[in-house]
């Protein structure tokens, strides 16, 4: 197998330039003048031979020029000739190595004491180690912020320090990204031998199609069998008969080897202390749900995080959480009713708890100092429309906080328009007919336990007629919506104290209302959770690692798992649980057959570096010839300037004609 290739392919244009002295010596031709001489016999003779004599020799400068022409550009185009016939010099030339280094955070798996990232060193300074000083190598690693940094053309080899520093990330490019920038890099290099290598622990993933050049994969896991625990999904359950603070935390365990796991120990951290611990079994393949109680020891917000003791891999043991707990809330009512109905009053009756303190309030009571007072508002029926009861409004939205909203047939104009902007709805007519509720929002935090429940008592008889919505529907039913979310505001478009709302006496109503408004207050049973990647806004944040950064932008992409606090425009702090996606916990091993140009290297992948040592470029070659053909252009014209004043001239003896 062997071809050319050219470096610079885009020069290949400019060899149309080969026939530029061709054009020239045809637009230039011109027939001479006629001279007659007195003895036309001898004359005649000459000038046919040295008529034929001129045209060879113009035809041959011709052809130099060309070929000149020619070689200069094919020499900045750099061809480059391989063949399998060549046989390998004892020195390889000089070569341009650029290597892609996953590093995803499967590459901190341990086997053996080691970690795969480890042995991804070992390889990076072996290939280091056989570089020359006319080499050149390019590190790209899955890290954009290193990449920036570090991914540049380095002589020689690799630093030693750079090659200590490396790390894995949470958030990989994909190897798509990676090629892109090491072809890049090789281009710049302006070498002729070029080589592209691929080390990773043989984690499947998107690869590139047809790279160029051929991409050799140095798998440095090959014949591991991995035996990875992993950590996700902890949450505390709500407290739905008496609010107290044991506490339960729900979580997910997987074992990912293959096979059976026992007297696997489990802890919590809460803040900075261990404050529980269990023993659990894991069945090969499988993933487990588990709980353990932990005890509160203050109200504000609580953090931390459930950890699966693993060595192997350590990226994926822990599951952080966080969630606000106050044992005896605060709930102002806002109603210009004398009384509240009976099922909404036992509701918040449960929801605060004996500790707790509901205090309903008149409308024109309302002010912006009973945000501070109040964890949780709730808005029944038709309170009457002010200036006041917007701006709380707008300022609970402003903080990131919400309200429950219930409704009755007495809502005035400007209430609706209220409620209208704020859900994204349009109020058409009261309805008395009764509706069955028919659809459950099976993803939303407030539905999320109902659905796929049977719900006994299911008909909705009093609500409004809603037409659109910006917000998330809960609660639907022949054509009906019967309750929707947007941010932290709940809407319960029904009456709470309607007699033939079955719905109402259905124990799923409780279950209902109790995380509607744990969901419109700052007790969000499930806290606050993000993933990597996510952007949050706040006017500042303190990151995991303790480092304070204020937001001039007034938001911030998590870049960190771990435990966030989130300085509020309003001076309010929150704490919010950021984990790490679990794609690389679950190995699969790629298959590499059917890629094109991608090649899977052995154990004995050291003896491939530098293959194309068997390439020439001919660039040299090309010049050197260039210049010779310059040479015979200049002895040939030299030669054609002296020949007639060595043999002389005949003076013409006739006139012209």
């Excluded at 070569?95 to 053996?112: K, N, P, R, W």
């Excluded at 009456?495 to 124990?507: E, I, K, Y």
């Amino acid at each position: 197998m062997g071809g050319l290739s050219f470096l610079n392919s885009g020069l290949l244009l400019f060899t149309a330039a080969t026939v530029l002295p061709l054009l020239i010596w045809l637009l230039a031709k011109r027939k001479p003048k006629r001279v007659v001489f007195s003895s036309l016999r001898f004359i005649k003779a000459g000038q046919e031979q040295e008529k034929k004599r001129t045209r060879l020799k113009n035809i041959l400068l011709l052809i130099i020029r060309m070929l000149i022409i020619l070689l200069v550009t094919l020499a900045a185009t750099r061809p480059l000739l391989t063949s399998a016939r060549l046989k390998p010099s004892q020195k390889h030339p000089p070569t341009a190595i650029a290597i892609l280094l996953d590093t995803s955070y499967s590459l901190d798996y341990v086997e053996g004491s080691r970690s795969n990232l480890d042995r991804a060193k070992d390889a990076l300074n072996r290939i280091s180690g056989l570089c020359g000083e006319e080499d050149r190598l390019i590190l790209v690693s899955s890290d954009d912020k290193w990449n920036r940094l570090h991914a540049q053309i380095y002589a020689g080899g690799l630093p030693e320090e750079l090659i200590g520093q490396i790390a894995t990330t949470y958030t990989p490019l994909p190897l798509q990204a990676m090629l892109d920038l090491a072809v890049a890099k090789l281009g710049e290099t302006q070498l002729a031998n070029r080589e592209l290598y691929l080390i990773t622990d043989g984690q499947k993933q998107e690869y590139p199609q047809a790279p160029e050049p051929t991409l050799n994969v140095i798998n440095i896991a090959a014949g591991q069998n991995l035996a990875n625990l992993s950590c996700s999904n902890a949450r505390v359950l709500p407290q739905l008969v008496e609010r107290s603070r044991r506490q339960s935390l729900e979580f997910q365990l997987t074992n990912h080897g293959s096979q059976d796991r026992d007297e696997v120990l489990v802890k919590v951290v809460l803040g900075a202390a261990k404050v529980a611990e269990k023993f659990v079994s894991l069945p090969a393949r499988q993933t487990v749900n588990q709980s353990i109680v932990i005890d509160l020891q203050q109200d504000g917000w609580q953090s931390g995080y459930v950890e699966v003791v693993d060595d192997r891999l350590e990226r994926d043991n822990r599951s952080y959480f966080s969630f606000p707990f106050q044992l005896a809330p605060r709930v102002a009512v806002v109603s210009g009713s004398r009384g509240l109905p009976l099922y909404l009053r036992s509701l918040l009756d449960v929801y605060a708890g004996s500790g707790g303190r509901i205090d309903q309030l008149d409308p024109g009571q309302l002010n912006l100092s009973l945000l501070d007072a109040y964890q949780t508002f709730v808005f029944a029926g038709a309170a009457p429309y002010s200036p006041k009861l917007r701006d709380i409004v707008a300022k609970l939205s402003e903080n990131g906080r919400g309200a429950l909203f219930c409704l009755d047939p007495n809502l005035s104009a400007e209430y609706r328009s209220l409620l209208g902007g704020l859900f994204g709805v349009s109020f058409g007519a009261w309805q008395s007919e009764p509706k069955t509720i028919g659809y459950v929002n099976p993803h939303h935090f407030i539905t999320s336990l109902l659905s796929g429940k049977n719900i006994r008592y299911n008909s909705l008889a009093e609500y409004w007629k809603l037409s659109g919505t910006g917000g998330a529907t809960l609660l639907s039913g022949g054509g009906e919506i019967f309750a929707l979310a947007k941010d932290n505001f709940v809407l319960w478009n029904f009456d709470p104290g309607d007699q033939r709302s079955t719905f109402l006496l259905d124990a799923s109503f409780a279950v209902f209302a109790y995380r509607s408004l744990e969901h419109a207050g700052t007790l969000v049973a499930a806290g606050e959770n993000q993933l990597l990647g996510d952007t949050v806004n706040a006017s500042g944040i303190v990151l995991p690692d303790g480092q304070s950064l204020e937001l001039a932008t007034r938001s911030h992409k998590l870049e960190q798992p771990g435990i966030h606090i989130l300085r509020l425009p309003d001076g309010s702090q929150k704490t919010i649980a950021v984990n790490a996606p679990l794609q690389e916990s679950e190995f699969e091993a790629m298959d590499y057959q059917n890629l094109k140009k991608t090649r899977l290297l052995g154990p004995n992948w050291i003896n491939t570096l530098f293959h194309t040592r068997l390439g020439h470029d001919l660039w040299k070659i090309l010049l050197a010839t260039a210049l010779a053909l310059v040479i015979l252009e200049l002895i040939l014209v030299k030669t054609e300037e002296l020949r007639p004043a060595r043999a002389g001239s005949i003076p013409p003896t006739g006139r012209e004609t």
